[in-house]
Structure formats: structure tokens, C-alpha cells
């Protein structure tokens, strides 16, 4: 056996301790007595995962809002897959995500699933394994579920089958069931994930959510095929697991949905009703708040933005002393307008006078000039005389 001699030990060992406790009740050779002894080292091993699936639930909705920055991170460098991965696990790191934490609980429910299967597989071989000794291994085959051996299995010979004290037919016909049960558990579990707890608005081009599609049909169809190769004990482990998981997940889908999904809606109106009966108001962040009081609130908030978007009304006198004010500050105005022009057009005359004083003869210039010449003309007479 190997390396996994400790963990077949400890599978067997459980199981024989809870065929201790059922032995009492349904006798030692009973199919009830390991068929629950099987049932009851699935709900250890699953309560010993519930931290995981804890952490399995935190990793899928982290995966769901990292979407956008996933898609802009594929679109930015669709060209180079070398660098799209680089930044991707950049991203996974920034943020603490860890894509692999969504099949935590698979990964770890596999080598007790397996180590079950080798323990089963011994059984129908009549050969001893871990803790179970002789007298528990013919007590083993002798234990029929619904008429078929714990140790049978759908592709067994009809020798075998007889050599267990069972009907070939019977033991197909229950496999066979337990097969279509354990597909459909399987397949109904990732199908109420995805149409009940998943935001429609992030399954629009999501290749993660493109993958949880792909799952719930593959897995189904892999389960069905290889399941004609479980014993019936397998089968049983593999059944349980599946209700388990289905029933844990309806649990966490109607306590705490993922914002924006259905259920999330659906939980939201129930407790809305639920305020609503108890003369309260279910406020948007899950708080409630007494019904009169969230009015006041909302009242007061609508009288805010009025006042905030209503202009303040004046008074009659009022009115006119505003109309005065603005009449006088219209005629300032008007005066500051009328002296910059009038200043504006002496600078301009006097500018104009100075250049013809300059260009030409001043009237002062002239009548000094008119001077001497009327003094020369006076002179003149005498001498006409």
C-alpha cells in the first residue's frame, strides 16, 4: 500500500467505529450498519472541510468582482500570452485570490475517496486492510444496500455477484440508480450555483464563469461513466457528498447570497416583507430602521434638496430695494462710460493739435509775421505824399 497505508488506516478505522455504534441497532451483518457507517465518515470528512468551503465560497466571489480587471488585463495584452500570464498572477497576488481555492474542497475529498475505493475494493477481494480484520471483512460481504453487496459493482461477473450472495440484475438495477442519483445531485448542485447565487450581469463574456458552465455538465457525464467501476459502498460515499454539498450550499445561498444575484434579491424582499409586517424599513446596507422615523429621514432629506435647488423668496420691499440698488449700479455705470469718452476724446484733440503745430504755421506765428508787414505798408505812405 505504501505511502497511503496511514490514510487507508485511518478510513477504516473510522468506519469500523461508527459500525460499533450501528451494529447494536441493525445487527453486525447489516447493510444499515455499514451503509451508515459510510454515511457518517462522509460527515466527518465534511465537517472537517467546512473552513475550506468557507474559504472556497470567499475565493468564488472574489474571482467574480476581479472579473473587469481580469478582462482588461487579457484585452491589453492579447498579443503577448507570456505577459498576460505575469500580470494575471500579479493580480491573483495583489488582491489575495487564489483561483485554485474554488476546488479546494474536491482536492481534498479525493485521497479519502480513493483510500475508500481501495478499502471497498479489499473487501470484495476478501483480503483484509487496515484495521478492518477477518471476522469484520466476511461481516463486510455479507452486508447488503437495498440487495446489493457493499463490495459489487456494475461491471462484476455474474459469478462474483453470486459468490456474494447476491442477483446480478438486482445489483445493476441498484447501481444503475445510484449512478442517475449521484449524476443528477451532482449536476442540479452546480446548476442552482450558477442560476441562483451568480450575478447575471458578470456571466457576459466571463471565461470563469464560461468554466463553472463546462462543470456542471462534464462533471456529471465523468461521474456517470466511471461509476459503473464504484462498489455500491463508493457509490454511497459519493451520494452522500453530493446532498451534503447540495444541501450546504442552498444554506449559504439562502443566509448569504453574493450581491446582485437572484437569491440576493430574493432574500432582500423577504426581509423587506419581514420589516414591513414589524412597522420598519429595510434600509439598503441590511440595517432596519423603525418605519416613522426612516419617513422623518427621507422628509428631511427632500426638504434639503429643495431648499438646496429652490431659489430664497424676496419680500415686496425687499424686491425694491434690490431693484434700487441695481438701477444705481446701472447708472455708475453709465457715468464711468460717459467720462472714459469724454476723456478718451480731448486725449484725441489734443493729440491732433500738437501735430499741426508742428506741420504748420500757428495763429500765433501768423499774426507776428502780420506785424512787420503792416509796418512796412505805413511806412510807404509818406513817401507817396
Not at 474559504?55 to 498579443?79: F, M, N, S
Not at 447488503?144 to 440484475?169: C, N, V, Y
Not at 442552482?192 to 468554466?211: C, E, H, I, R, Y
Not at 499774426?367 to 512787420?372: E, L, M, V
Request: with cysteine; glycine share 6%; net charge positive.
Amino acid at each position: 500500500m505504501g505511502i497511503l497505508n496511514p490514510l487507508y488506516t485511518a478510513v477504516s478505522w473510522i468506519i469500523v467505529q461508527f459500525h460499533s455504534l450501528f451494529s447494536p441497532i441493525f445487527g453486525k451483518d447489516s447493510g444499515w450498519s455499514w451503509g451508515l457507517s459510510i454515511v457518517c465518515l462522509v460527515v466527518v470528512i465534511r465537517i472537517c472541510l467546512i473552513p475550506l468551503f468557507v474559504k472556497q465560497i470567499k475565493a468564488t466571489r472574489g474571482l467574480q468582482a476581479l472579473q473587469p480587471r481580469i478582462k482588461e488585463v487579457q484585452k491589453r495584452y492579447k498579443d503577448d500570452r507570456e505577459r498576460q500570464s505575469q500580470e494575471m498572477m500579479k493580480l491573483y497576488k495583489e488582491t489575495g485570490t487564489n483561483p485554485l481555492s474554488s476546488c479546494l474542497p474536491i482536492l481534498v475529498q479525493s485521497p479519502f475517496f480513493f483510500a475508500l475505493f481501495h478499502v471497498l475494493q479489499r473487501i470484495s477481494q476478501n483480503r483484509t486492510v487496515g484495521v478492518i480484520d477477518r471476522d469484520l471483512v466476511n461481516s463486510a460481504q455479507q452486508a447488503h444496500i437495498f440487495g446489493a453487496p457493499i463490495a459489487a459493482k456494475f461491471t462484476d461477473s455474474a459469478a462474483k455477484i453470486a459468490s456474494l450472495g447476491a442477483d446480478l440484475t438486482t445489483v445493476r438495477i441498484v447501481t444503475i440508480v445510484m449512478i442517475v442519483m449521484m449524476s443528477g445531485s451532482q449536476f442540479f448542485t452546480q446548476r442552482q450555483l450558477m442560476t441562483k447565487n451568480t450575478d447575471p450581469a458578470s456571466l457576459v463574456g466571463n471565461p470563469f464563469a464560461k468554466q463553472q458552465k463546462l462543470m456542471m455538465y462534464a462533471f456529471p457525464i465523468m461521474f456517470a461513466v466511471f461509476g459503473i467501476n464504484f462498489p455500491v459502498g463508493v457509490l454511497v460515499y459519493w451520494l452522500t457528498t453530493n446532498v451534503w454539498t447540495m444541501g450546504q450550499q442552498l444554506f449559504v445561498i439562502n443566509r448569504n447570497p453574493t450581491p446582485g444575484s437572484p437569491a440576493f434579491k430574493v432574500r432582500q424582499e423577504k426581509l423587506a416583507e419581514k420589516a414591513r409586517k414589524q412597522g420598519k424599513v429595510l434600509l439598503p446596507d441590511g440595517k432596519v430602521m423603525d418605519a416613522a422615523e426612516y419617513e422623518a429621514q427621507q422628509a428631511e432629506l427632500k426638504a434639503q434638496a429643495a431648499r438646496r435647488q429652490q431659489p430664497t423668496r424676496l419680500t415686496k420691499s425687499q424686491r425694491k430695494a434690490r431693484a434700487r440698488e441695481d438701477a444705481d449700479a446701472a447708472g455708475t455705470d453709465a457715468e464711468e462710460t460717459s467720462e472714459a469718452g469724454t476723456a478718451a476724446s480731448n486725449g484725441t484733440a489734443r493729440s491732433n493739435g500738437s501735430v499741426k503745430g508742428s506741420t504748420a504755421r500757428t495763429p500765433h506765428s501768423g499774426a507776428r509775421n502780420a506785424g512787420p508787414r503792416k509796418q512796412t505798408q505805413s511806412r510807404k505812405h509818406p513817401r507817396k505824399k
